[in-house]
């Protein structure tokens, strides 16, 4: 009866203490990478990376990753990315890094390009984006995530795509029903505040250098382009963002450096993960929904 109690308590011990670690310090050893196709017609191939730990079983929040790259390059595979998608991996999230159509490639994202392009390359990259995602859902027999927790997440124009994606732009890829978990946005911006209400509003963290001289940290045109270029499009970034959520009492997380420059579009997912974590944890999986996070620090 003693050895059949103590077996029950240390059992119930184990339990305790992986509820209490999982998704927040590394449970796995191994990770699986997978590559899926996720679309492919009229000779477009597009492709996105699986990582997942190998003993995990349970239903995991999926976070999807879209790389910068002014829509023009980047690539879903950079050593920085597999590394972070692997220590996600390992603390039991699943993670999707995500291929999309690199519309202004040989085009580029500047002052030069017209307003309308680079909100098309914005858009269509987002649909690429919802495509995937509904690859996934469709396939969840195979990729095991847990449909009401999906959070994005990208850099730079992966950052302007996801927020997007939750915050302007619409489609009619996903079911009607869907709503996203969370985003992450690392030095991104969108086309409008508007759409920013009670019912839209969803855990948001943001990452942005005050100097960013590309993608503005507050309300600036993009790149800082003149009103008589023909690429002038105004653009609310981390800081506007985090205002709006504010206003609407809604969970955000606003980590801002001080003097920063584009760079932290890419710094976050190596120095600052352990807020990510933070993020994910108490703000997606916990669903601390009324939690508002402002950090400041200063550049180097």
Same mark, same amino acid.
């Given at each position: ?31 699986? /990478? ?8 009229? !000779? /477009?191939?597009?492709?996105?990376? #699986?990582?997942?730990?190998? *003993? ?8 999807? +990753?879209?790389?910068?790259? &002014?829509?023009?390059?980047? *690539? ?13 991996? /390992? ?13 202004? %490639? ?10 309308? *392009?680079? $909100? ?28 009401? %927790?999906? =959070? ?14 939750? #915050?302007?732009?619409?489609?009619? $890829? ?5 709503? +996203?978990?969370? $985003? ?10 508007? !759409? =920013? ?19 503005? #940290? ?5 790149? #800082?382009?003149?009103?008589?270029? *023909? &690429? ?6 981390? /800081?506007?963002?985090? %205002?709006?959520?504010?206003?609407? &009492? ?18 976050? @997912? ?14 997606? $999986? ?10 400041? @620090?200063?550049?180097?």
């Amino acid at each position: 009866m003693l050895r059949r109690f103590l077996t029950i308590l240390l059992f119930n011990t184990i339990k305790i203490s992986i509820a209490q670690t999982l998704y927040k310090t590394p449970l796995y050893s191994e990770v699986n /990478k997978t590559t899926h196709t996720y679309f492919s017609k009229n !000779n /477009k191939t597009l492709q996105l990376d #699986y990582y997942r730990a190998e *003993k995990s079983q349970q239903l995991a929040p999926l976070v999807v +990753y879209v790389h910068g790259g &002014g829509f023009s390059g980047g *690539k879903r595979d950079e050593v920085e990315f597999v590394n972070f998608a692997t220590k996600l991996a /390992k603390r039991g999230y699943a993670v999707a890094s995500v291929s999309y159509q690199l519309t202004m %490639k040989g085009i580029g994202f500047g002052c030069n390009v017209s307003a309308d *392009k680079k $909100v098309d390359a914005i858009n269509t990259a987002s649909n690429d984006v919802n495509v995937a995602v509904n690859y996934i859902l469709e396939n969840n027999g195979k990729f095991k995530i847990e449909p009401t %927790k999906i =959070i994005l997440s990208g850099s730079s124009a992966g950052a302007e795509t996801v927020l997007n994606m939750v #915050y302007t732009y619409k489609d009619s $890829v996903l079911p009607p029903d869907f709503s +996203y978990a969370g $985003v992450i946005g690392m030095a991104g911006a969108i086309t409008s505040l508007s !759409n =920013i209400n009670e019912h839209s509003a969803i855990p948001t963290q943001l990452f942005h250098g005050t100097g960013d001289r590309l993608v503005p #940290y507050n309300i600036a045109p993009h790149h #800082y382009c003149t009103p008589d270029s *023909k &690429g002038y499009l105004t653009l609310y970034g981390s /800081k506007a963002i985090a %205002k709006r959520l504010s206003g609407l &009492g809604t969970s955000y997380y606003l980590y801002t450096v001080e003097g920063g420059s584009h760079d932290w579009a890419s710094l976050p @997912i190596t120095q600052c993960f352990d807020e990510i974590i933070d993020f994910l944890f108490n703000d997606i $999986v916990m669903e601390k929904s009324k939690r508002q996070t402002i950090r400041t @620090i200063t550049s180097n």
